[in-house]
Each structure stands twice: as structure tokens, then as C-alpha cells.
């Protein structure tokens, strides 16, 4: 085994998170707001609504849509990206809104729409959950009914090890049987609202790593809950 | 009477276990726990917990006094934009005065701002009405918006609030429950104050003894 010599490159623990930092209301234009930052990677996070739909063909009479806008900003890594919509921010989107459709409570807003803008301002892996968990904070911002928080962290297999919490160095590692990068998605309660998993893994270390991701998940609540409380407190 | 310190809540969390606690406004009970849906205030009284909102969009209920603007003329009455999904309809019926029905935009044209009364929420939409003293078409003024949600704090208990900004700054008050605020002063230096209050009212508005404090902050800016 390759247990004994295995590090990870930053020196961390292998269930542990990168340095967290959560506030709320850094847009005072939007309805609500969040910025998430792990390490390097750093989000940021508007609501908007519910508002009215337009047009009005995609009003949905029975509850509000969810629309969520993935945007990684052409600086946000080393080489330059280019600005605009892509077929990876396009399914991340997508991913988001699924991610957190199933607690909110959109049925009390018929014909209504919320409008959900992630920004990515610095990217170092792991972006997709730290948009998640902005826009989970945002949407508690903006006061939308919400059944719980959605806190997600992505995890990984090197070679042989789970590890919680990937950089980009650590996503392109490439001994052994590569790497294997997993963003769950979960609830306070520990549900799972989203789930994704490229790379080959066993069914078991995938039950284990779902225990990992528990854990996680739990730190990242702990995080975002102190950061809604705050902004609170502050203006006591 | 208990009454619990009121303390920051977030959805999903748990305010407090127990069979004899009910579940109020933006709460749920599960398994004897009440959960929070809102991001907000809890509070109690008498068992009953609820939770007070800081943001969200405005719900419209039946008897608030609204201000909006007119968006649309139809055959017979004006529909209204109050800032809720639902347009406000504002039927010839209900205004106080005979209308000729050819020349509606004579008593009210699109754009122009309206305070109005909630009669009726159903279904179809919002009905509403200016047949009340206070209600009707505004000329002049300033008007400017706040989250609906802290328009209570706004008014104050019983309206303390609200007469002692009149009083200091000599201003007319109407405040819309959807957020929307009307000042009309004899001169801008006091409608200016008088707004000035209104968005400190409304920043501070998680503060205990904020009529003290708004008497405070007139004492200051009147040095």
C-alpha cells in the first residue's frame, strides 16, 4: 500500500477542509446575498425574487421556478477564460438548481420566479460546491421559505485515499488509479440533495465516503449558520 | 406571559423541543420539535412560537393600506403594480366620485401613484379601493421604498413611531404596507429628514428601544 508515504501536497489531513470564510449581504442591491470562500476558491452569490416571471408563457401557475446563473469571471483562474456561458457553466447551473429546489418552498409563490447569480472570483477546485453553499445562504438572506441549508463540499479519491475538499493541484493528480473527484450536496439533517461522481470508485468506498461527506457537511453548516446569525447580530 | 429573548434564526433550525410549544407563523412542528422555515427573529408567547421575517417579498393581506402605481387602464377600473406577483385591480366601483366612462385616464393615468386599501385577495387577483379618507391619487411629495417587512418598526407600536417623526420633522406620513413610503412637507430640507429617519428606523430595526433612539438621533441632528 501507498498509505504509509501518502500526504496531500498543502500538508492538510486528509478529512480536512481548507481555511472557510462566510459573510452575507455583500450585495446591498440584491434581495440577498452571500460570498463562500474555501482556500482559494471564492464565490459570491445574489438572489433576486420572487419576482414576477416574465415572459409570461414560463410563468408556472402552481409554484415559483428556480433559476440559477453559474458564471466563473474570465480572471478566476491562471489562464485566462473566456467571459460568457459555456457548456461546463451551463450544466453547473443546472446542477445548482437541483442542488436547491427540494428545500425551498416555491409552491407559495405562484407565476413567480427567484433568480439565483453565482459568481466565481477565484478558482481553485471545488467551485460548483462553494457556489451551492453561497446561494443557500443568499436564498436564507432573501427571506424565501426554506425547509433547511444546503451545505456541499466535494471529495475525492487519490490513487487509493478518500480525501475531503480537492484543490485543482489534487484534481489532476494522476498516480496510480488517478483521481476521482464526488461534490455532494446535503441538508442539515443530512440528506442528500445532489450528488455527482466523476472517475471509477468502488460501491463501498463510496458508502464510506458518504459518511466522510456527512462530517463535512456538517462543518460547512456550522459555517454558513454562524455567518447568517452574525449579520444579525451586528446590527443589534 | 413568558416572554423569550428574541434570538436569530435560520431555516431548518431547531427553535425549541417540546409537546406544549405550537407552531406559528414560519414554522413548522415535526416529532415535537418546531423547525424555523425563515431566516429571521423567533419569538414567543404564550407557547406560541413564531418567526418574525428581516427580508422576503411583501404579502399582500386584506384591510392594508398599499401605495402603487397604475400600469393599465381597462373598460372598467385601473390595475395597479403594488410589488406583488398578483397586479392590484381598482374597479370604477370603487372610486368615490361618478366616472364617465369614456374618459378614465381623467381621474387616474398610467404611471400615476395611488395609496389604496386592500378590500379582497382571492384567486383571480387583488382587489382595492380609495373610497376612505386618506386614499386617492398623490400630486407631490417624496417617495421612496423600504423592505415590507420592516414597515412595522416603521409605525411603531400603535403608530408612536410614526407620530413622533411627523412631530419632529413636521412632515405628512403615509407609509404603504408593501414597503412603499410617501413624505410630504412644506419644504425638502423636512421631507429630507424626515426620510433620513425612516432609513435609520429601518436599518436599525432589530434594536430594542428604538423610539428612544430615534430621539436620540433627531436631539443630534437638530444641534
Redo the contacts between chains.
Sequence with gaps: MTTKTFKRADGRKNDELRPIKAKVGVIPNA??SAMYQSGDTIAIAAVY????MHPQHAQDPQKASLRCTYNMLSFSVNERIKPGTSRRSTEISKITEWALEP?L?LDK????VVDVFINITQADAGTRCAGINAASMAL??????????VSSISLGKLDKELVVDLTKEEEDFEEGEGATDIPVSM???GKITHLQLDGKIKGEQLKEILDIAKKACAKVYEI??KA??DS??E?? | MTEMQRKAIIPGEVIVEGEEYLPGEGTEKLDGKIYSQRYGLAEETNNLIKVIPLSGVYEPRRGNVVIGKVEMITFNGWVIDIGTSQNAFLSLMEVPRFVNKDALEEVMTIGDIVVAKIVSINKRGIDVTIKMKGLGRIDEGILFEVNSHKVPRIIGKEGSMISLIKEQTGCNITVGQNGVILIKGDSVEKELLAKEAVMFIAEKSFINGLTEEVEKWFKERKK
Design positions: 434581495d440577498g425574487g420572487p419576482r414576477k428545500v418552498m409563490f405562484p407565476n413567480m436564507a438572506h432573501a427571506g424565501v421559505p426554506m425547509k433547511d441549508i441538508t442539515s439533517q454558513q449558520k447568517l446569525k444579525i447580530e446590527k443589534k
